[in-house]
């Protein structure tokens, strides 16, 4: 099976058969979006809720410019804006109420949620907030989305939603 | 044209040599609190592009223990201490400690115990740093985490970065020896952009950009 890895602020849109992974979200929220009748679809591993600047040098690695771009490179390759459908990880807060991180997670979910509604994309499942952190593996074929994060017993917990 | 672009190789020797002293300082606390030998390897100074974080590390979803503390002052950044699950164990009952059954469950002690070996480790950095460089800074309360480690650098570079393309870490690796069984550690200090420059510039080596 072919398999990508992304690294923060990057972001990928391919057809299946392909498994797109990501190692490590924190607060950065991984966004899964996927054509389910013809197994299009992308990720994105975003960072910061919004673009600021007028030089997009990464413009992957916020919610709004990121998911644009998943967006574009699946409608490109023959996805259809009404078969979308979309999956969220990440958006921990690692360090609890640490004063230095600001609850970056919760306003990065609260981001990527408010532009996929705008965009009129469901969210099918969600595995958000905590204060664990997850890495993720999404299959284009079938649409399901791994999650591996830290449980109890020193194990690492695969969930599959 | 970014700071991150102008890190030459002299740079990295002065910024390894500030590692040097601050984890050869944190070793010592270490040592005298063990009563132990500790080692320290030559610090590793190396710019990252945050998308390629994941890749520095062999298992990236190792299980560790560490704590972050955040320097505040004339600098500004945060220095991360990191031991491994089984290692932080042995650690603990080093210091007279009940051993932890389950990392992932912490009670108060614990979390207390490992954030206190962080603020001693972090903060005799953070002292020797302060003494070298003639910079008036001082240490935060430790934030206690226990995760996979590509995600606690990761997230902490992320912390610091502010939105940075580009993070630099100046990575310390220790030894305690136990009876020839080594514990292994980690401690970095991750200076955010405008702090590198500062100590970049104090050290005669600033850098003229914009």
Redesign the interface.
């Known amino acids: 099976m072919n398999k990508k ?6 972001y990928i849109s391919e057809k299946a058969p392909m498994i797109i992974v990501t ?6 929220v991984g966004v899964c979006i996927r054509d389910k009748a013809k197994n299009i679809g992308g990720m994105v591993h975003v ?2 809720p919004q673009n600021n600047s007028k030089e997009n ?2 413009p992957g ?1 916020y919610a709004d410019t990121g998911i644009e771009l998943v967006l574009e490179g699946i409608l490109k390759q023959g996805g259809e804006m009404r078969n979308l459908e979309a999956k969220i990880a990440g958006g921990a807060a ?3 109420n ?1 004063s ?2 600001m609850d ?1 997670g919760k306003r990065n979910i609260e981001a990527v949620k408010s532009i996929l509604k705008s965009k009129n994309i469901k969210i099918i499942s969600e595995e958000i907030a905590g204060n ?4 993720i593996e999404y299959d284009l074929q079938s649409g399901n989305l791994q999650i ?7 194990k ?1 917990e695969i969930l599959i939603i | 044209m970014s700071l991150y672009d102008n890190i030459d190789k002299i740079r990295l020797d002065a910024l390894k040599e500030l590692g040097n002293i601050g984890a050869g300082n944190a070793a010592t606390s270490i040592s005298m609190m063990l009563d132990k030998k500790v080692d320290i390897n030559v610090p590793d100074v190396t710019v990252v ?7 520095k590390f062999i298992n ?2 190792e ?1 560790t223990a560490g704590a ?1 503390i ?1 320097v505040e002052g004339e600098l500004s950044g ?1 220095i991360l201490f990191l031991v491994g ?1 089984e290692d932080i164990k042995k650690l603990l009952e080093m210091m007279m400690l009940p051993r932890p059954e ?4 912490l009670d108060e002690i614990t979390t207390s115990a490992i954030g206190e070996l962080g603020n001693i480790m972090c903060s005799s950095y953070i002292v020797s740093l302060s003494s070298f460089t003639g910079f008036n800074i001082h240490s ?1 309360p430790p ?1 206690v ?4 480690v ?6 902490v570079s ?3 970065s502010e ?1 940075e ?1 580009y993070i630099l870490l100046i990575e310390t690796d220790m030894k305690v020896e136990n009876y020839g069984k080594n514990i292994l550690g980690y401690i970095s200090y991750i200076p955010d952009e405008k702090s590198l420059k500062q100590l970049l510039g104090k050290l005669g080596l600033g850098i003229d950009n914009d």
């Open positions: 890895i992304i690294g923060i602020g990057e190692l490590g979200l924190g607060s950065c960072m910061l040098i990464k690695k690692m360090f609890g640490s230095k991180s970056i664990r952190a997850r890495s591996k994060k830290v449980g109890g017993g020193e690492v | 592009p945050m998308s390629d974080l994941w890749k990236p979803e299980i972050m955040g945060a699950a389950d990392l992932t469950q935060m934030n985490v226990v995760d996979m590509a995600a606690v650098v990761a997230e992320l912390i610091n939105g393309d």
